[in-house]
């Protein structure tokens, strides 16, 4: 069936630094692929999306591009902050939705 | 505005007693689902609802049960059965029209249940 891992955690950075956090995916046909954010205490929110290969999906300064040959969805960010850190989940939407297990980032000052 | 709301945010129990968690949508979605995440875990499905009046068991349904007699609304009850209830239940909507929108989940805010 369908999967997503993604990058285990915790992951933890200084602000301004480089985020790369990794996710593979394996499915049938062409599903679409998101990241969502959870901060302490609340539901995921959607943080981008993408519906088709090579689709880059943006917002808030994070990244991620839907690359098929390597069934990647990597999320990036240029410069992280503070209020960045929270749980990160990989997904992807076929006939149902498939979570990843999550990756803590904590942006210290 | 449209959006999925739970309640109560916390709600306390004793061990023993069946609970029941609130979600309603204004989404007019037709599908609905139930996670529960523990501390520093993932999202486990629980049941879902792909149309009023049906729904499945996911992964972890033992010691829950779900009902779905509105579109809007797909309250989870939990029973004394649950072995250990105490965790953060989500509840998610999306739309099965997949032309309509990009066919991502829309979560509510959550609720924290504590059993003692």
């Known amino acids: 069936g369908d999967s997503v891992t993604q990058m285990e955690g915790p992951v933890t950075l200084s602000e301004e630094a480089f985020l790369t956090i990794n996710c593979t995916y394996t499915a049938t046909g062409y599903p679409s692929l998101f990241w969502y954010v959870q901060y302490p205490g609340e539901g995921l929110q959607l943080l981008l999306k993408?519906?088709?290969?090579?689709d880059k999906g943006s917002n808030k300064g994070f990244e991620a591009t839907y690359r098929k040959e390597t069934t990647s969805f990597h999320l990036e960010k240029g410069s992280v902050q503070v209020s960045d850190s929270a749980v990160y989940f990989c997904a992807l939407s076929n006939n149902d939705m498939r979570f990843g297990a999550g990756t803590r980032l904590t942006v210290k000052p | 505005d449209g959006g999925i709301t739970q309640s109560p945010k916390y709600l306390f129990r004793k061990e023993g007693q069946n609970v029941t968690l609130s979600c309603e949508q204004n989404l007019n979605h037709d599908a609905m689902y139930w996670y529960r995440q523990d501390p520093g875990q993932g999202l486990r499905l629980i049941y879902y609802s792909q149309i009023v009046n049906d729904f499945q068991k996911g992964d972890i349904a033992e010691g829950y049960s779900v009902s779905r007699e509105k579109k809007e609304s797909f309250p989870l009850t939990v029973t004394s059965a649950q072995k250990n209830p105490t965790a953060f239940y989500l509840c998610?909507?999306?739309?099965?029209?997949?032309?309509?929108?990009?066919?991502?989940?829309?979560f509510g805010p959550g609720t924290r249940l504590t059993v003692t």
């Open positions: 998610a909507s999306r739309s099965r029209d997949r032309g309509r929108d990009t066919y991502e989940q829309y």
């Open positions: 993408a519906t088709k290969a090579d």
